[in-house]
């Protein structure tokens, strides 16, 4: 009956497999729930079928697109908002831009849709603090009903919690692991890149071996052994300032996981492409800077490294002598960037400009073919697939 | 055997359903979720709903998987044979049970829970498989087979340090507790503070909702911030004016510092609150 739903999971490459479904099947026939009440139906299958937050947004819109048209029978009360009141209020909150987009987009009669549906999901959060709607009064919307506090509605709390799918309200929306970064979750997609061993000063007692070498000598044999470190070596390198100002924070973000992660992590700072030099601290860059030369003899060539930069810039920066806009190159970008991956073999490339940009660009096709593609988009997804090109 | 939430704990819909499917199907359930919103306490409600006896394992980064099952204690058995103890002809004597063993034993249906599973190395689940899945194990030493009489209620709890391998998690149900929002709140502080002013509580509702919606925070206040921050301003008799207190001198709220946990937040809270200050200002 549900193998339809099933297989548009699938097909949404949800991570769902045969021995969950048999057992979203088990607990449908041992009436975990009433069956015939779809919120119940969607809340067991989502327990059953769905293993990590990042799918929950995936899985609402599959299911919201599988059963659509199944709605509950009784919740069927949605309330009309007069037509005027509407339009009113979309006069009083659109700015004149925004009333534009919404022209283009398909006129009023679009803008009535989303703004109903915009009030019916309202209902529920009426204490929303920046949202608009609150339930504080009971007047009807009196007066175009704008005061600081926000516009009220006659609506009875709770009397309508079902207008809204629980499926269609996609709360999870910014869990889904294509769109948000946080440095948590940077952290843990940055773990994928862990080789654990024992190596260093002896201090663990180890107790098996301790045994086997007592029996076998007759006297205690006492063995030890270096604790388990991350032995995981990584240098980073980040680019800094022009175009890279609106990737801040993301970087900021990528940073300070990255020094939480790696116990052995140096990083440095060039300008969208590596040339001679590289500095520490950005306020000291012309006194303070570090010859390239230096790194690639001070590091060695197990050390793996990352590369973030959005790889935007003029062709001439990265195939010319003397193509940086900064000062002039004896040697082109290119021949440097080639110089540190002859290195270090294990290098990749992290841009923060959505992949399906970088075709448009050639500074970052250049860049590309320069990493033998092994330049990923900075995202949870992107840092992940990254993290494992790094382990190989 | 349902569970419906208690007095005590306010579980949403579809926590209940997840929890009741893991129980009537005899799987582990898997309890994810932001700090503070009730993992642990989770666990503790459902023993105590179900008049259960509860079992806690708090992992940590050096806990094994064989530690659940028991563990044999070799040293004092080999100190034991040269002092020609006499304890040390039965092997069982150096064999401590652990949690899992417990859980296994207990005459009525008991909850184990597991809690956060995720400090353990990355092994950890993979090794608990076959137990959590048939709910025995084998002890080598004596050559007997642990079997569960009843097989427990296993609530894992997991704050993703680790991502959990995929055999594991496909045996497993599974649960995300999303932030409350402000309805179910309001349920969970009328548990807390019964008697605690409606009018105090919408206004600190405001600003809370509005903290956590400043953009660039770093960490979000949580439900038992929340809560504490009520308290402290329970008992500190804070009236409900001072919260809706619009004047911008007076922006950043009273107490922050039970729901700002960073010095970071507290100074770019202040800084936002010194540029509506300076707006408002031109305003007049």
Known sequence: MFINFFFDLKQASLPVSLKEYLMLMEAMNKRVVDSFNVNDFYYLSRSALVKDERYLDKFDRVFGHSFKGLENPEGETTKEIPEEWLKLMGQKYLTDEEKKMIESLGGWDKLMETLKQRLEEQKKRHQGGSKWIGTGGTSPFGAYGYNPEGIRIGQKEGKNKKAVKVWDKREFSNLDGDVELGTRNIKIALRRLRKFAREGAETELDLDNTIKSTAHKGYIDVKMMPERRNKIKVLLFFDVGGSMDAHIKICEELFSAARTEFKHMEYFYYHNCLYDAVWKDNNRRYNDNIKTWDVLHTYPSDYKVIFVGDAEMSPYEITYPGGSVEFWNEESGETWLTRMLNVYENAIWLNPIPERYWDRIASTSIIKQIFSDRMFPLTIEGIDQAMRELNK | ?284
């Not at chain 2, 997991?158 to 999303?178: G, M, Q, T, V, W």
């Open chain 2, 1 to 284: 055997m349902k569970f419906e939430g208690t007095s005590s704990y306010i579980a949403t819909e579809d926590l209940k359903v997840a929890v009741n499917a893991a129980i009537t199907l005899e799987r582990p359930i898997i309890v994810k979720g932001e700090p503070g919103t009730g993992k642990t306490m989770l666990a503790h409600e459902v023993a105590k709903s179900l008049d259960a006896e509860i079992i806690t394992w708090h992992i940590k980064s050096t806990t094994k998987a064989q530690q659940g099952l028991y563990e044999y204690d070799a040293v004092t058995r080999l100190r034991d044979s040269q002092l020609g103890d006499e304890k040390v002809k039965d092997i069982k004597n150096y064999i401590s049970k652990g949690k899992l063993w417990n859980a296994f034993e207990s005459d009525k249906r008991p909850v184990l829970l597991i809690d956060e599973i995720d400090k353990a190395d990355i092994e950890f689940p993979n090794d608990l498989l076959l137990e959590l899945d048939k709910m025995e194990f084998f002890v080598y030493e004596t050559g007997e087979t642990i079997k569960a009489q009843n097989r427990p209620i296993v609530i894992i709890t997991s704050n993703n340090e680790k991502e959990l391998p995929d055999a594991f998690l496909r045996r497993c149900f599974f649960h995300y507790i999303k932030f409350p929002d402000p309805n179910t709140m309001e349920e969970i502080v009328e548990v807390h503070y019964p008697d605690i002013k409606k009018d105090l509580i919408q206004e600190a509702f405001k600003i809370f909702y509005d903290i956590r919606e400043v953009p660039g925070i770093k960490k979000k206040p949580s439900t038992s911030e929340l809560i504490d921050w009520l308290k402290l301003l329970m008992t500190d008799d804070v009236d409900a004016k001072i919260l809706r207190e619009k004047d911008p001198k007076k922006l950043i709220p009273p107490l922050h510092g039970a729901l700002l946990k960073n010095e970071q937040d507290v100074h770019l809270f202040e800084r936002l609150a010194f540029i509506s200050r300076r707006e408002n200002e031109n305003v007049e």
